[in-house]
């Protein structure tokens, strides 16, 4: 969990890179909508249930690697800010964290008799 904490806190310096910065308008416009992106997706991968969801975080980390020559980025500070934020995001996108239970099954639980969500009812007491 600490690498997606980390994603989130990346996350929310690319929203407040530009004014940092002094970055212009279109690579502000671009930090401001991939910056809430990177830490919505992190925050949301901090449960275990949805722990998957840090792996939507890459192909936000593979554009800001490759926006800077796309956008045509005059700002060499936002070029190596966005290339580094990019790098630790997809570094840090494939750190798994620690999954203690397992959740789901799929389509295929619907059919199954013996799912985790019965065996977890049957441990509980009634009240």
């Known amino acids: 969990m600490w690498a997606q904490i980390i994603n989130a806190l990346l996350g929310l310096w690319l929203m407040a890179a530009p004014a940092v910065l002094g970055a212009d308008k279109m690579i502000a416009n671009n930090d401001h909508i991939v910056g809430p992106l990177i830490a919505s997706f992190a925050i949301i991968s901090w449960w275990e249930a ?73 441990r509980q007491p009634r009240i």
Not at 58 to 84: E, F, K, Q, R, S
Not at 91 to 110: C, D, H, R, T
Request: charged share 20%; proline share 4%.
């Open 50 to 122: 949805t722990r998957v969801v840090r792996l939507y975080n890459v192909p936000l980390g593979l554009w800001l690697l490759v926006a800077p020559w796309i956008l045509g980025y005059d700002n060499t500070t936002a070029i190596v800010n966005d290339m580094l934020v990019g790098v630790l995001v997809i570094g840090l996108s494939f750190v798994k964290g620690k999954v203690e239970g397992k959740f789901g099954g799929g389509w295929s639980a619907i059919w199954k008799e013996e799912t985790p969500h019965a065996q977890e009812a049957r």
